[in-house]
Structures are given as C-alpha cells and as structure tokens.
C-alpha cells in the first residue's frame, strides 16, 4: 500500500511541475531580431501577432524608440493548452483606405487644422471637413499655390485669401474636431465635387463670388467652383 501511494505521489509531482516547465518555456520562447532601417515596434508587433507593450517588456523598454543594428528580443506568444499563437491578419482593403491619400508634415497640419478651426468654427463636423477639402482642391488646380501652407497664405490683391489669415484668427489652437476634420479631408474620398470657393452668403460683400457655381450649401456655408 505505502509503494502504491509513493508511486502516485511521485507520478503527480512530476506531472505538476512537468506541466509547469512547459508553460515556462513556452512563455519564455522568444526570436533575435536586427533591427533595420524603417523599422517600428507596431510594425513588428504585426509581423509577429503580439502587442507593443509584449516587445518593451522582453527587452526592458520605456519608449518606442529602436535603432538600426540592434538586436531585439521577441516574445513568442505562450502555446498553452495546445492553443497555437496566430499570425497577424492581412489588412483588407478597407483597412488600406484609412491611410491618407495626401500626406503632409505637422507643422503644415497644424496650420490647416487652425485654418479649419478659424473659418468653420460654429459649424458642423461636415462643414469643417468641407472647408478644409476646398483647401485641399485649391492644392491639386493648377491657378493656385501647390501645397497647403501656400494656399493658406495666398495674397489676392491687397488682402490674404482667407480673412483668418488676415484678422489673425488662425493663431488661435484648433479644436479636436477640426483636426479630425482635416484628417478625413486628407482622406481625399469626396472632393466635393472640386469647389475650390466658400462663403457665408448672409455676409459675403464680394459680388463676384456670387457668381460662381454653386455645389452646395453646408450650414452657412455655400461651396462653389
């Protein structure tokens, strides 16, 4: 009877921390990875299925910031129970159509997203995103300046094209919602039918901006081309 119970003592003992041995090596398994040029902790953590925080933890990390040359420690994701660790999923085409189709520096968003904020400020998210696509148009029409911080500043006779600019409205912090807006105008997927003019009819002294075609009203806003 004793023999019987040492044996199933000893058989449970080494089950117990058989299995325990397991889940250490498997939990521990990591990969050497050289870093190259262009590299990125979010970038890796999709190529190997793990998160940001897993490759930070592994190689005593504080920050994002990786080197060309050196060499990183990445976790393998724990295989317990037989559950096998999965690759990172292939982005479908919807997910390719959230990257911008225009790509500006900060200090050029910002200014747009201030622009926004000083014109559009008291409309609606659609009439921020509006006002910052006949920006983005006036960019791409070849009668005015060819990128973003040109156009904002533009001078048209003795005054600058957008009041902000002039009255000094544009120094003033955007608001998140304009720099959302931005963001998706920067998405480029409606062009609002390439209006490259906006007023506020109820204001508007210029005559001349009456007569252009109409594309449409957003809250006291007319688009025009």
């Known amino acids: 009877m004793k023999n019987t119970y040492m044996k199933t003592f000893v058989v449970t003992f080494v089950a117990i921390f058989g299995f325990i041995g397991l889940q250490n090596n498997t939990a521990e398994a990591t990969t050497k990875y050289r870093v190259v040029k262009g590299d990125s902790l979010g970038e890796l953590g999709q190529q190997y299925g793990i998160t940001i925080d897993d ?24 295989k317990v129970l037989g559950i096998q660790s999965s690759k990172p999923e292939i982005e479908t085409p919807e997910k390719e159509l959230e990257k911008p189709a225009v790509s500006i520096s ?19 998210y659609e009439g921020k995103v509006a006002v910052a696509t006949v920006v983005l148009n006036r960019v791409e029409d070849p009668r005015f300046p060819n990128n973003i911080i040109d156009v904002i500043n533009q001078v048209v006779g003795n005054s600058y094209a957008f009041s902000p600019v002039q009255n000094g409205e544009i120094n003033k912090p955007a608001s998140d919602e304009a720099k959302r807006a ?44």
């Open 106 to 124: 900060n200090e050029e968003k910002d200014l747009f997203a201030r622009l926004v904020e000083a014109e559009a400020k008291g409309e609606s």
């Open 182 to 225: 931005v963001d998706e105008a920067l998405m480029r997927k409606d062009h609002l039918n390439d209006s490259i003019y906006f007023y506020n009819p109820d204001i508007a002294t210029d005559d001349w901006i009456r007569t252009r075609h109409i594309v449409k009203t957003i809250g006291n806003h007319v688009f025009a081309k």
């Open 55 to 78: 490759i930070k933890q592994y190689n005593n990390r504080h920050d994002d910031l990786i080197y060309t040359g050196e060499m990183l420690l990445i976790p393998d994701k724990p």
